[in-house]
């Protein structure tokens, strides 16, 4: 193939976009047409799981193909070991220049991991123990009531950012539109474009807030608080201070949240309106996912976090002109991971030698006669020092697996939870300790535990804490100088004295 005819990829990663708040997912509150319009030219993916429902985890695990108990990165304050090869470092070995704008939440020095350059940074500091940004003015980024409390219409800094991301994009692919009409050698690029939107706080816009706020709906399953949660999801509510929620806190929370997936929509938007008028969109692959999910009040949850489909599963659409079906869908479980296995895949690239990735290529182009294992694991392994939540100090280590129609969530210590999707899309009917599923779970759980052990993980994530100890006092002390950062500043984000 010649090296103008190579194809090109644009991928776009987003932070916290539940798949169930997108038209083309079945929403018909929200709007998102330019998501929609994606899917109507290539294929969405039903059943995409992430490989950890938190941040740094699921996005090291992105960037490597490798689960986090591969990686050793369980949680935010994780450092991604720099000789670890990842798809940036794939795309480069296949004769790309990987560039990557925005979003990647990398712990640590290195703020590349492969990308060639970097054209927007992320908002914290590129080490813990470095120097902060003052906070989020309002509402809060973590998992606390805060970010319920103080929600509605406002701005938040994350939108900023990505507004600053998105027109660093535009300009990128506007300058290759350029090249091209000028007649210069095309040479195929590897794009990728990292998103803040929709995480919280919860606070959106007026005008966008405006769209939502008298029409938006109330949790399909709004869990009432009682000795019937699974012990760890009761816990978990109550440290995070979510055993009850007013119906105003609800309202306005999810109002801002259908609000800033319709912003993120219109930001994506103009990167494939750049894409288009540029002439490059016909030997473009187009990926859009996210890192996690958000509960939005399902279960009486909010953020992530957790194993239920609003927090573990992801948006996939993938549209590739030519070289996909259009308007088509994919029921298969699939693993994020599948995804950098499938973009290194089609730009014909060196495979990662540990990756735990499928290419989809073959199953999406003929279905029919593909072999695909249907399953996806995720696992989320948490302790008092990792930054996420409220743990306890012995910590949690959970791990999910989904075969087919049953979806098993292991509770290291605590009883395990079992789901027929397939009967049960909401998870409203735990089966774990129904006689009749005995079998199944059992053998469930031996897939869950293969390869994966908690008492092993426990002790190296304590031994991590250890060295990272060591690593935030000396940045402390030192405040070495960020390598590649996005100033956010506390007055960014901010409510409106007065809410509707």
Request: net charge negative; glycine share 8%.
């Amino acid at each position: 193939m010649s090296e103008e005819n190579r194809p090109n990829l644009l991928y776009i990663h987003s932070d916290q976009h539940n798949p169930y708040v997108t038209g083309c997912y079945g929403d018909s509150l929200v709007d998102t047409p330019h998501l929609d319009a994606l899917a109507a030219r290539g294929v969405t993916l039903d059943n995409t799981y992430c490989p950890s429902p938190i941040c740094v985890p699921s996005r090291m695990s992105m960037l490597s193909g490798r689960y986090p108990h591969e990686n050793a990165v369980w949680t935010n304050s994780h450092m991604l070991d720099s000789s670890i090869p990842t798809f940036a470092h794939a795309m480069g070995a296949g004769g790309y220049r990987p560039v990557l704008v925005g979003r990647m939440h990398a712990v640590g020095p290195d703020q590349l991991h492969g990308y060639a350059e970097r054209l927007v940074g992320d908002h914290g500091a590129n080490r813990t123990g470095g120097r902060g940004n003052g906070g989020h003015g309002t509402g809060g980024a973590g998992p606390t009531r805060s970010s319920l409390e103080e929600s509605g219409h406002g701005q938040s800094a994350y939108q900023v950012h990505d507004e600053d991301v998105t027109a660093a994009t535009v300009h990128y692919l506007d300058r290759l539109g350029v090249q091209k009409r000028a007649g210069q050698p095309a040479e195929p690029f590897s794009l990728s474009v990292g998103f803040m939107l929709p995480h919280q706080p919860f606070i959106a816009r007026k005008e966008d807030y405006e769209r939502y706020y008298d029409s938006i709906s109330p949790p399909q399953n709004p869990e009432p608080f009682g000795d019937h949660l699974h012990p760890h999801i009761k816990y978990w509510r109550e440290k995070c201070g979510i055993v009850e929620v007013s119906e105003a806190e609800i309202k306005r929370s999810r109002a801002a949240y259908w609000a800033l997936v319709y912003r993120m929509d219109v930001l994506i938007g103009q990167i494939l309106t750049a894409l288009r008028e540029n002439d490059l969109e016909d030997n473009t692959l187009v990926v859009y996912s996210s890192d996690h999910g958000e509960q939005v009040g399902e279960h009486g949850l909010w953020w992530k976090q957790t194993f239920y489909e609003d927090s573990v599963k992801v948006p996939a659409i993938l549209a590739w002109p030519g070289r996909l079906p259009e308007g088509a869908r994919c029921d298969k479980v699939i693993s994020s991971l599948d995804l950098n296995a499938t973009m290194i895949d089609a730009l014909n690239c060196l495979e990662l030698p540990h990756s735990r990735g499928r290419t989809l290529l073959p199953l999406l182009t003929d279905p029919e006669n593909a072999e695909w294992d249907n399953v996806a694991f995720s696992e989320f392994c948490q302790n008092k020092r990792g930054g996420g939540g409220e743990f306890p100090e012995e910590g949690v280590y959970h791990r999910m697996v989904r075969r087919d129609n049953f979806k098993l969530n292991y509770y290291h210590g605590q009883p395990c939870q079992l789901f027929d999707l397939d009967a049960d899309p909401r998870e409203l009917n735990d089966l774990a300790g129904n006689p009749a599923y005995a079998e199944i779970v059992e053998k469930l759980t031996a897939e869950a535990l293969a390869g994966w052990d908690p008492d092993v993980i426990r002790a190296k994530m304590e031994a991590l804490d250890r060295d990272m100890a060591i690593q935030a006092a000396w940045t402390r002390h030192v405040q070495p100088p960020d390598s590649i950062r996005w100033t956010m500043k506390p007055e960014m984000s901010y409510l409106d004295d007065e809410q509707i």
